[in-house]
């Protein structure tokens, strides 16, 4: 059976600390979050006030778009966020993707689940005739039917791959993964196994996510996973943190181009990155909260370490899934001290959420190419807005300030509703 070895070429992020790696990493090197009052609708009367917004004027990246999509983007914040993104790749992503034949290449995108905008409801619209989004899908079924494979399903979800299999041909397939936190984290699992497999020779990979809409808001507000805390948003949110209340709640898109080995030396590609392993369980414990146990987290972890071939000692930084609500952080933190044991005390670990919030579908993506940019610079991100934490020194949490330290590999963990737990083990090239 084929066993290619599976390389990232090139990554972009929409999100709220900038618009691509240069604006991002700048703001995490200033330590910026950017929790704030929400802009987007009226807060008045809501006890949670404070997101992540992304708030750069994303439309100047696709204005060249046709109206039939901006149409769709206007009720569609998560097809706007990935718009923005390719757009913005696009002359990159182009220069990748074009010497490689449309059968050859796939598409594999996390979103979260749809939801109705209030001011459809409020207007009395009927929300499925008013979105035109089937009217798209029907023209890009017809104008490629012999390329690409469009989903019947979960039309209209499968929007945002659909779109970026239309505008860059990508035939192989065309998948959208709806897994909540981890949806974007499998995505790039889902994308990597073809790519191992030989299925394909790149896949583009990787999710897009907003619930800063007031219906989806005040949704999650009900799940009491949100920070209520009186500080400014900006301070809310406390990974770590003994007194941590809760998440502060993002948006993002991001995308990463993958492919094998052979495709390296077939299409002349430069790797960035290795994906030396990954992992995926399902505990399936609660709804909303994992395993007290971390029984999940830690398979998800053990199994993308023995996949990378590498040993526990060899890793240098793990970026979190450290959403800042009371159920996920401990669990996965003690999950790792079990899974590494005496080399724990060395692994320098955080969480960046409480700098660009939780994304949702959109957090494996953002927070993976984080790591990578991260990697690059010789970085360790600190915990932002941590004071106290309870791990002592059985594992190395990062505090008061960011590090510089050789990044040689990095793990990524995102853990989702419904027991969903997902790690990925990255080396930089």
């Known amino acids: 059976m084929k066993h290619e070895r599976v390389f990232v070429i090139d990554y972009d992020t929409c999100s709220p600390l900038g618009i691509g790696k240069k604006e991002i990493m700048k703001s995490i090197r200033d330590n910026r979050s950017a929790g704030d009052f929400i802009a987007r609708f009226d807060i008045s009367g809501i006890e949670q006030t404070g997101a992540a917004e992304v708030r750069n004027s994303i439309g100047q990246f696709y204005c060249e778009e046709s109206q039939l999509v901006k149409e769709i983007m206007s009720y569609d914040r998560k097809l706007e966020l990935i718009v923005a993104n390719y757009f913005f ?26 939801v109705t905008p209030f001011e459809c409801i409020k207007n009395e619209v009927d929300y499925l005739n008013k979105i035109p989004e089937w ?20 039309n209209p979800l499968d929007i945002s ?4 299999a239309d505008v860059l041909s990508l035939g192989a397939f065309q998948r959208t993964i709806l897994t909540a936190c981890a ?3 499998q995505a790039i699992i889902y994308a990597s196994k073809a790519l191992q497999a030989g299925e394909v020779d790149a896949v583009v990979a990787g999710g897009t996510d907003s619930i800063i809409n007031l219906i989806a808001y005040l949704a999650f507000g009900k799940l009491g996973i949100m920070s209520t805390s009186p500080e400014h948003p900006s301070k809310c949110c406390r990974p770590l943190d003994i007194s941590r209340k809760g998440a502060l709640i993002g948006e993002a898109s991001g995308l990463c181009i993958l492919a094998n080995e052979s495709s390296l030396k077939k299409y002349n590609l430069e790797p960035k990155f290795e994906i030396l392993g990954f992992g995926n369980s399902l505990d399936g414990y609660r709804i909303t909260a994992p395993d007290p146990s971390g029984s999940g987290m830690i398979t998800a972890v053990k199994t993308a370490l ?22 996920n952080d401990d669990v996965e933190v003690t999950s790792l001290i079990d899974v590494f044991g005496e080399y724990a005390k060395n692994i320098s670990i955080s969480s960046t959420k409480s700098r660009h919030g939780h994304a949702i579908a959109a957090a494996g993506i953002q927070e993976f190419n984080i790591l990578m940019s991260c990697m690059e610079e010789n970085l360790v991100p600190y915990n932002l807005n941590l004071e106290n934490h309870a791990f002592g020194d059985a594992i190395d949490v990062v505090r008061g300030e960011n590090r ?4 040689n590999i990095g793990m990524t963990n995102n853990f989702a509703f419904g027991g969903v737990n997902s790690s990925i083990i990255i080396k930089k090239i």
């Not at 790749?89 to 689940?113: F, Y």
């Not at 079924?141 to 012999?146: M, R, S």
């Not at 023995?306 to 159920?327: E, F, M, P, V």
């Open 404 to 407: 510089t330290r050789n990044l």
């Open 161 to 164: 791959s659909i779109y970026l």
């Open 89 to 114: 790749m696009k002359n990159r992503i182009e220069q990748i993707l074009d010497r490689i034949p449309s059968d050859k290449k796939g598409v594999a995108i996390g979103v979260g689940l749809d």
């Open 306 to 327: 023995l996949s990378s071939k590498i040993k526990a000692d060899q890793i240098d930084y793990i970026n979190l899934h450290g959403t800042g609500t009371r159920s």
């Open 135 to 154: 009217k798209y899908i029907n023209a890009i079924k017809e104008k490629n039917a012999n390329q690409i494979n469009i989903n019947q399903l979960l």
């Open 183 to 185: 949806a974007s984290t």
